[in-house]
Nanobody, 128 residues
Framework: EPQLVESGGGFVQAGGSLRLSCAASGFTFDDYTIGWFRQAPGKEREEISC????????HYADSMKGRFTISSDNAKDTVYLQMDSLNSEDTAVYHC?????????????????????WGKGTLVTVSS
């Protein structure tokens, strides 16, 4: 059964950084696009970024540009989300998700409801 496992969440002070990881289990990322999403308590899910694993092309939600960086390690079937200059509004559960296909991400990420596989999430708490 294909699974995604997130790690790297935790407690950080405002202004700090964290790097989240999303690892594949039971499948490989070769033909997938991987996305990062987050959901804060009482708020709707937000799209952060996505990466097309086969060619490394990326897309960021407008509100996420500048402080978040998505990357991948093909040898490890892992996608990372580097988060810098964190503030209290970044407190949320962060999920990665995967969708199979070869569609370009240059103009946008796949919608969250189209994703095939979801991780359970990792909690990021930013203290002010």
């Amino acid at each position: 059964e294909p699974q995604l496992v997130e790690s790297g969440g935790g407690f950080v002070q405002a202004g700090g950084s964290l790097r989240l990881s999303c690892a594949a289990s039971g499948f490989t990322f070769d033909d997938y696009t991987i996305g990062w999403f987050r959901q804060a308590p009482g708020k709707e899910r937000e799209e952060i970024s996505c990466i097309k694993f086969s060619d490394g092309t990326t897309h960021y939600a407008d509100s996420m540009k500048g402080r978040f960086t998505i990357s991948s390690d093909n040898a490890k079937d892992t996608v990372y989300l580097q988060m810098d200059s964190l503030n209290s509004e970044d407190t949320a559960v962060y999920h990665c998700a995967a969708i199979i296909g070869t569609a370009s991400v240059l103009t946008g990420c796949p919608y969250y409801y189209a994703m095939d596989v979801w991780g359970k999430g990792t909690l990021v708490t930013v203290s002010s």
